[in-house]
């Protein structure tokens, strides 16, 4: 009788360590494939880490991460940001971004159309409107005079959302 008890034992244990991992990995997950925000793929010409609630997250792309702070009411701050041009790691203090594009990575589809044949404005996108980030400002007017937007220093911009 004893080892049938003990047994008995065992196996609950073994049950709740299963269901207590099984809880555990339910609600630990992470996609590091998806932003932090929005849940929209990560690109890998926009992708930008921003310190959102104590620790580092990986948002989609500049704009998102900015507006992380307008949503949640407590302060990000951008550690990294991606240039479009060649992927590579940017320091926000020296990168520039162009503001307003044509070219948003974040686009999930085409503006509706109207019956006028006109597009609907969108009330509101937290990666709208997009940022584009660049190494150098000579980079960003290039791609600016192509594809419209404004060339702002990165540090500028970020100070400015923050308020």
């Known amino acids: 009788m004893e080892r049938r008890s003990w047994f008995g034992g ?6 709740l360590a299963i269901l207590g991992y099984a809880g555990w990995r339910t609600f630990s997950y992470s996609n590091a494939d998806e932003c932090y925000a929005c849940r929209r793929p990560i690109h890998a010409h926009s992708r930008t880490v921003a310190v959102a609630n104590g620790h580092a ?48 990575t974040c686009e999930r589809t085409p503006a509706p159309i109207q019956a006028d044949k006109r597009s609907v404005n969108l009330r509101y996108d937290r990666c709208a409107p997009s ?7 000579g980079e960003a007017l290039e791609f600016a005079r192509e594809h419209g937007g404004e060339v702002v220093a990165f540090q500028e911009l970020a100070a400015a959302f923050v308020k």
Do not use: D
């Not at 065992?10 to 049950?15: D, E």
């Not at 900015?66 to 320091?91: D, Y």
């Open 10 to 15: 065992f196996v609950g244990f073994l049950m």
């Open 57 to 104: 997250q990986l948002f989609c792309c500049p704009a998102c991460a900015l507006s992380q702070h307008e949503q949640a009411g407590k302060p990000t701050q951008v550690t990294q940001l991606t240039s479009f041009l060649n992927g590579k790691a940017l320091s926000p203090e020296t990168a520039y971004v162009v503001k307003g594009s044509n070219v948003n």
């Open 131 to 137: 940022l584009v980030a660049f190494a150098q400002r």
